[in-house]
């Protein structure tokens, strides 16, 4: 196992095979931010009246104007109010004209929307306005959690089960209840929904990167994460167009529902594969390689001590690569550091793995949290939501292809410290700045591309500190903490009831100083033991 980095050398660090199953396993990361549409695209406070149809029953010919005039108290301003009602009563008109009306109370039977910038939202849907607001931030928060307990539930069942099974599962679930969130008919049922698509959605990113990884060599292993993010801008910008045709959460629901179905098909199926050289049967007919579902991680195999499986999934990738397999390599295929019971306690034993896991995660969480608040904020910066979106996702777009070029010349450790400390500066600096609009929209999309881009890394650098045997544990738990920043996001950003501020302080505050402490695992072989993982300097 200490020579499997020789043996992908030999076989190809990057070829056929790796763009193929890199370009698989992240493209559907340009679907994934889709889901985040019916939480993004609310138009939180819209305008509106209460419902006060019970008026028509005194006079079916009321115009409009007279039933709002009769029927909603005004506020201290002249407007009519959005929160309240008069108390409904059994007159006829005359005496409801002549006596009026002074009793108030909150809306009765819903409200009316009108002037709004969508034609359904969840907002609108289920009527989360007036004393019902606070639920939009608990169905982001629901949502969050429902990623988080995806990377708690697939990061261990990828050790026991394999990378394979735990990137399959989750893009099943997506799928079902992408579906059937469109359909559900009150919050409930649509918070029950969105956390098995929040499971489903942690579970695909942290194990679709992992084991793209571990087939990628040394020198482009910073590619899987990477690549995921540059998916996930370009989704981004198609979710600015898609919202701005098609402005009705449920139809884009289902519309997200397509794709996935592809995904599935393909992901669950069958790859097959062109091998340029001939086979010695008759004729001389050109290979084809069938490789069913897709293919495990020869690491992890090997871990697990399944030496037959890895020989012959690593002879069909050299054949696909176009590379020869010398027989003498076979022989350096050893089992080692086979995966040890309580992984997570295996995890905290060691002083440096122990240091370097609670560093990484602090990192991975004050940035995930810095992103997220941003994100569920994009309606509030002052510009249109569509414009909005569609700068956040081009400026994603050519900072995460820089990226790739960056964590190969600057390293890892100067790369998340750079930008962690450069998105808490510039997002502390939207404090002086309020009011101004255009000024501080670039300051918050600068803030939320350095903050994801600082995501990125700690994505590549988890599983290049931490050996083969809890490498997926360690991106599992670190993934799991990182949600825990997203899940915190929407209450971070209700603390703006008490001070508009408060949350601005909340998210530029940095841990990047901190990944000082870090080794620097640029260029290196990924760790196959714990003796190997501590000694990176």
Same mark, same amino acid.
């Given at each position: 196992?200490?020579?499997?980095?020789?043996?992908?050398?030999?076989?190809?660090?990057?070829?056929?095979?790796?763009?193929?199953?890199?370009?698989?396993?992240?493209?559907?990361?340009?679907?994934?931010?889709?889901?985040?549409?019916?939480?993004?695209?609310?138009?939180?406070?819209?305008?509106?009246?209460?419902?006060?149809?019970?008026?028509?029953?005194?006079?079916?010919?009321?115009?409009?104007?007279?039933?709002?005039?009769?029927?909603?108290?005004?506020?201290?301003?002249?407007?009519?109010?959005?929160?309240?009602?008069?108390?409904?009563?059994?007159?006829?008109?005359?005496?409801?004209?002549?006596?009026?009306?002074?009793?108030?109370?909150?809306?009765?039977?819903?409200?009316?929307?009108?002037?709004?910038?969508?034609?359904?939202?969840?907002?609108?849907?289920?009527?989360?306005?007036?004393?019902?607001?606070?639920?939009?931030?608990?169905?982001?928060?629901?949502?969050?959690?429902?990623?988080l307990t995806g990377c708690l539930l697939f990061g261990p069942f990828a050790e026991s089960f394999g990378r394979k099974r735990a990137t399959q599962i989750p893009v099943v679930v997506l799928l079902v209840f992408t579906a059937t969130t469109g359909l559900c008919h009150n919050v409930h049922l649509y918070y029950?929904?969105?956390?098995?698509?929040?499971?489903?959605?942690?579970?695909?990113?942290?194990?679709?990167?992992?084991?793209?990884?571990?087939?990628?060599?040394?020198?482009?292993?910073?590619?899987?994460?990477?690549?995921?993010?540059?998916?996930?801008?370009?989704?981004?910008?198609?979710?600015?167009?898609?919202?701005?045709?098609?402005?009705?959460?449920?139809?884009?629901?289902?519309?997200?529902?397509?794709?996935?179905?592809?995904?599935?098909?393909?992901?669950?199926?069958?790859?097959?594969?062109?091998?340029?050289?001939?086979?010695?049967?008759?004729?001389?007919?050109?290979?084809?390689?069938?490789?069913?579902?897709?293919?495990?991680?020869?690491?992890?195999? =090997?871990? @697990?001590?399944?030496?037959?499986?890895?020989? %012959?999934? #690593?002879?069909?990738? *050299? $054949?696909?690569?176009?590379?020869? !397999?010398?027989?003498?390599?076979?022989?350096?295929?050893?089992?080692?550091?086979?995966?040890?019971?309580?992984?997570?306690?295996?995890?905290?034993?060691?002083?440096? =793995?122990? @240091?370097?896991?609670?560093?990484?995660?602090? %990192?991975? #969480?004050?940035?995930? *949290? $810095?992103?997220?608040?941003?994100? !569920?904020?994009?309606?509030?910066?002052?510009?249109?939501?569509?414009?909005?979106?569609?700068?956040?996702?081009?400026?994603?777009?050519?900072?995460?292809?820089?990226?790739?070029?960056?964590?190969?010349?600057?390293?890892?450790?100067?790369? #998340?410290?750079?930008?962690?400390?450069?998105?808490?500066?510039?997002?502390?600096?939207?404090?002086?700045?309020?009011?101004?609009?255009?000024?501080?929209?670039?300051?918050?999309?600068?803030?939320?591309?350095?903050?994801?881009?600082?995501?990125?890394?700690?994505?590549?650098?988890?599983?290049?500190?931490?050996?083969?045997?809890?490498?997926?544990?360690?991106?599992?738990?670190?993934?799991?903490?990182?949600?825990?920043?997203?899940?915190?996001?929407?209450?971070?950003?209700?603390?703006?009831?008490?001070?508009?501020?408060?949350?601005?302080?909340?998210?530029?505050?940095?841990?990047?100083?901190?990944?000082?402490?870090?080794?620097?695992?640029?260029?290196?072989?990924?760790?196959?033991?714990?003796?190997?993982?501590?000694?990176?300097?």
């Open positions: 196992m200490s020579d499997f980095g020789e043996i992908l050398r030999a076989i190809g660090e990057f070829g056929t095979f790796q763009k193929l199953i890199l370009f698989a396993l992240t493209l559907p990361n340009m679907i994934l931010c889709f889901h985040f549409a019916s939480v993004y695209f609310v138009q939180s406070d819209p305008e509106r009246h209460c419902n006060t149809d019970w008026i028509l029953r005194a006079d079916p010919d009321l115009s409009p104007g007279e039933q709002l005039n009769l029927t909603v108290p005004r506020e201290q301003d002249g407007s009519l109010s959005r929160c309240r009602m008069f108390v409904p009563v059994d007159w006829n008109i005359s005496e409801i004209r002549e006596r009026g009306l002074n009793e108030t109370t909150e809306c009765l039977s819903g409200w009316e929307y009108h002037s709004s910038l969508y034609t359904s939202t969840i907002v609108t849907d289920f009527d989360l306005v007036c004393s019902r607001a606070h639920l939009l931030q608990v169905a982001q928060t629901v949502f969050m959690a429902g990623i029950v929904f969105q956390f098995m698509v929040g499971i489903g959605y942690g579970g695909y990113r942290v194990n679709a990167v992992v084991l793209a990884t571990e087939w990628i060599g040394v020198s482009k292993r910073s590619w899987g994460a990477c690549v995921t993010q540059i998916f996930n801008a370009i989704g981004q910008c198609v979710l600015a167009g898609l919202i701005y045709m098609i402005r009705d959460w449920r139809l884009v629901q289902l519309i997200t529902a397509a794709p996935l179905s592809v995904v599935v098909i393909y992901i669950w199926w069958v790859f097959i594969l062109y091998d340029g050289s001939t086979c010695s049967c008759a004729g001389g007919l050109p290979r084809l390689w069938f490789i069913r579902f897709v293919p495990e991680s020869a690491r992890w195999l =090997l871990n @697990r001590g399944r030496k037959e499986e890895a020989k %012959a999934l #690593l002879l069909k990738v *050299a $054949a696909i690569n176009k590379r020869p !397999f010398p027989e003498a390599l076979l022989t350096k295929i050893s089992v080692k550091d086979q995966v040890p019971e309580r992984r997570t306690r295996a995890l905290f034993l060691s002083p440096v =793995l122990r @240091r370097n896991f609670l560093i990484i995660t602090f %990192a991975w #969480l004050s940035g995930s *949290a $810095a992103y997220y608040c941003l994100s !569920f904020n994009m309606g509030n910066f002052g510009l249109n939501i569509f414009l909005t979106q569609l700068i956040f996702g081009l400026t994603e777009l050519p900072v995460h292809i820089l990226a790739i070029w960056l964590l190969e010349v600057v390293g890892r450790k100067m790369s #998340l410290m750079g930008t962690l400390m450069t998105a808490g500066f510039l997002c502390f600096m939207m404090l002086p700045l309020a009011g101004q609009s255009v000024v501080v929209t670039l300051l918050a999309t600068s803030g939320r591309f350095l903050t994801n881009w600082a995501c990125s890394v700690c994505n590549v650098y988890i599983q290049e500190l931490f050996p083969t045997s809890i490498r997926q544990t360690a991106s599992g738990l670190g993934a799991i903490v990182s949600r825990v920043g997203g899940s915190l996001s929407p209450l971070v950003n209700m603390m703006a009831l008490y001070h508009w501020s408060i949350p601005i302080v909340c998210y530029s505050s940095s841990s990047g100083a901190l990944c000082f402490l870090l080794p620097e695992t640029r260029r290196r072989e990924l760790p196959d033991s714990t003796e190997e993982a501590e000694g990176i300097r």
